[in-house]
């Protein structure tokens, strides 16, 4: 290798936008620079009690501009650019938008800028639970099986629903929809200056996992499914994708207007983009058999498993197995649980309700007193309940949780499923429920790795990636008493991004393929949490309860 290759890989996650330059000899770190966006931190365009979640494209330009030339200042400036590759985008999934012929999606257009019909559907919005609905009782009158590379059951969290929902809740923005797009297959055209949808090289990870791309089928199902299903959707097959590209493979280079904004040269080579959990699991360099869970707002748990092992296998209930999703040549398989640091995260709001609504009407405190006791309580608030939960005795009749605050991913997606908490008494205080919560998330995740292995897919070891893998020691050691296994953290801070540089630096020509990338800038694990052996059975026993809890709830909802 020549001494100065840089590359460059976006993470785009459910709150912010990171960016890291990544040195493709040896996977160092020379920047990192993180954007929150600035109107989804507001709430714009947000509805939670509607499960109404929406986000502004400008937050994803303007995200991607400053993170970047951030990240190009901290490492050098001019002299760091000109030694970039290359880029490559990891986004959340199914995260859609309604776009026009020219590939713009509509609230870039100033008639539809305030509209969030007209803006990416982000992945955790379920207003679209009516549409999944139907959508799989219409598959189950057919003799091709249309579900069976995504486990059998399509989610309100994904690509046909959500734009099923749109077009029927917004007669402006159906009319101007002439495609839906993913966020990851977005920003690469974006960045490459692209003009044509019809040009716009989709993501084989997106497709597949969330559209109900197959390569049985010879790409989507066809025009006279949908149109069967609602005569809205008639044409948009047409419009939309039959090849599929995976992320070793280019996209185009770097659009002129784009080398300017970013202070780049149009030789930067652009990559195939993908869902963030898939990235991120070669970012931490994935086994086969190796469950690599990214665990932030939700998980996006991967595993990859050699084509001659997978068989013929269709694995029920989880979100899809797709050839080359994660790494070409090899399937993907995709789970993950709809709330994992948002269950702790609406418990924390629960508890500073009172910080945040009566601190601030303090009349023996100065407004900035208050504000800085305000950020002090809230920055102690997760730890300290961590800290606390970890010092109380285990029994039987201790307070029980369900998961499912955001629904249930897998296995078998349900998101009308609400969550749950048991055993309730005057002695629940809020570290023994914060504890409930957390076996819950754990819980949760045993489902995940029991269904896979109920479906002959072993499950050797754990790999942790994302935040609360990094921050939350409780969290870990609790989920590895209850899967009773190993779990490795990967040391590298921003994953996700990592495995982006990584699929940059294969589609710059620096390696072979993403096996060779891995290993050449992978930067290994640095802390392992290993079961206790005292809190097996206990955990064993837990297990039911919440598999009881969750039975009986979800047929109280079914009735």
């Given at each position: 290798m020549s001494k100065d290759q840089y590359v460059i890989g976006v993470d785009y996650g459910s709150d912010s936008v990171r960016s890291v330059i990544i040195d493709a000899n040896n996977g160092a770190e020379l920047a990192s620079s993180v954007f929150y966006y600035p109107r989804w931190q507001k709430g714009l365009f947000c509805n939670p009690a509607k499960n109404q979640f929406r986000q502004h494209p400008l937050d994803y330009i303007e995200g991607l501009e400053q993170s970047i030339k951030d990240c190009i200042l901290k490492?050098?400036?001019?002299?760091?650019?000109?030694?970039?590759?290359?880029?490559?985008?990891?986004?959340?999934?199914?995260?859609?938008?309604?776009?026009?012929?020219?590939?713009?999606?509509?609230?870039?257009?100033?008639?539809?800028?305030?509209?969030?019909?007209?803006?990416?559907?982000?992945?955790?919005?379920?207003?679209?639970?009516?549409?999944?609905?139907?959508?799989?009782?219409?598959?189950?009158?057919?003799?091709?099986?249309?579900?069976?590379?995504?486990?059998?059951?399509?989610?309100?969290?994904?690509?046909?629903?959500?734009?099923?929902?749109?077009?029927?809740?917004?007669?402006?923005?159906?009319?101007?929809?002439?495609?839906?797009?993913?966020?990851?297959?977005?920003?690469?055209?974006?960045?490459?200056g692209g003009k044509d949808i019809s040009e716009m090289k989709r993501s084989r990870c997106a497709a597949g996992h969330k559209a109900l791309w197959a390569e049985e089928f010879g790409g989507l199902p066809p025009n006279e499914f949908f149109t069967a299903l609602d005569p809205l959707l008639d044409g948009f097959t047409d419009r939309l994708f039959k090849d599929t590209f995976t992320?070793?493979?280019?996209?185009?280079?770097?659009?002129?207007?784009?080398?300017?904004?970013?202070?780049?040269?149009?030789?930067?080579?652009?990559?195939?983009?993908?869902?963030?959990?898939?990235?991120?699991?070669?970012?931490?360099?994935?086994?086969?058999?190796?469950?690599?869970?990214?665990?932030?707002?939700?998980?996006?748990?991967?595993?990859?498993?050699?084509?001659?092992?997978?068989?013929?296998?269709?694995?029920?209930?989880?979100?899809?197995?797709?050839?080359?999703?994660?790494?070409?040549?090899?399937?993907?398989?995709?789970?993950?649980?709809?709330?994992?640091?948002?269950?702790?995260?609406?418990f924390k709001e629960v508890l500073a309700w009172p910080i945040k609504n009566l601190l601030r009407n303090s009349t023996l405190l100065d407004s900035h007193t208050v504000a800085a006791l305000e950020k002090e309580l809230l920055d102690q608030l997760i730890p300290e309940l961590s800290k606390q939960a970890a010092l109380l005795p285990k029994t039987d009749d201790d307070e029980l949780a369900l998961d499912w605050l955001n629904g249930r991913r897998t296995p078998d997606a349900n998101q009308e499923l609400k969550g749950a908490i048991n055993n309730l008494d005057l002695g629940s205080d809020a570290p023994r429920i914060f504890r409930a919560l957390v076996e819950a998330t754990c819980f949760g995740a045993k489902n995940i790795v029991d269904r896979f292995r109920a479906e002959g897919i072993p499950v050797k070891g754990i790999i942790g990636i994302g935040g609360?893998?990094?921050?939350?020691?409780?969290?870990?050691?609790?989920?590895?008493?209850?899967?009773?296994?190993?779990?490795?953290?990967?040391?590298?801070?921003?994953?996700?991004?990592?495995?982006?540089?990584?699929?940059?630096?294969?589609?710059?020509?620096?390696?072979?393929?993403?096996?060779?990338?891995?290993?050449?800038?992978?930067?290994?694990?640095?802390?392992?949490?290993?079961?206790?052996?005292?809190?097996?059975?206990?955990?064993?026993?837990?297990?039911?309860?919440?598999?009881?809890?969750?039975?009986?709830?979800?047929?109280?909802?079914?009735?």
């Open positions: 490492a050098g400036g001019d002299r760091i650019a000109a030694a970039i590759k290359s880029i490559a985008v990891d986004t959340t999934g199914s995260s859609p938008v309604a776009v026009n012929q020219a590939g713009t999606p509509l609230a870039l257009l100033p008639e539809f800028e305030q509209n969030p019909n007209a803006m990416f559907v982000l992945w955790k919005d379920h207003t679209s639970v009516k549409e999944a609905m139907q959508i799989n009782n219409h598959a189950a009158k057919y003799d091709i099986n249309y579900l069976k590379y995504c486990g059998g059951i399509y989610s309100s969290e994904w690509f046909w629903a959500k734009l099923l929902h749109i077009l029927r809740a917004d007669d402006v923005v159906k009319e101007a929809c002439y495609s839906w797009v993913e966020h990851c297959d977005w920003v690469p055209f974006l960045l490459t992320s070793d493979a280019s996209a185009g280079n770097l659009s002129t207007e784009w080398a300017e904004r970013l202070g780049l040269n149009t030789d930067v080579v652009v990559g195939v983009g993908a869902f963030d959990a898939h990235m991120g699991a070669v970012g931490g360099q994935i086994e086969p058999y190796h469950l690599s869970k990214v665990m932030g707002t939700s998980t996006c748990d991967i595993l990859v498993v050699p084509q001659e092992d997978i068989d013929g296998k269709l694995i029920k209930g989880i979100c899809g197995q797709v050839n080359g999703s994660v790494i070409p040549g090899m399937p993907g398989l995709e789970a993950g649980q709809s709330a994992f640091g948002d269950v702790y995260a609406w609360v893998a990094k921050k939350s020691p409780f969290v870990m050691q609790t989920m590895a008493n209850v899967l009773n296994m190993p779990i490795r953290i990967h040391q590298f801070e921003h994953t996700c991004a990592l495995g982006a540089a990584m699929f940059a630096a294969v589609v710059a020509g620096i390696y072979p393929n993403v096996e060779a990338a891995m290993l050449g800038m992978g930067s290994g694990f640095d802390k392992e949490y290993t079961p206790e052996e005292g809190t097996i059975a206990y955990y064993e026993r837990r297990f039911l309860q919440y598999k009881a809890l969750g039975g009986f709830i979800e047929a109280s909802i079914k009735k």
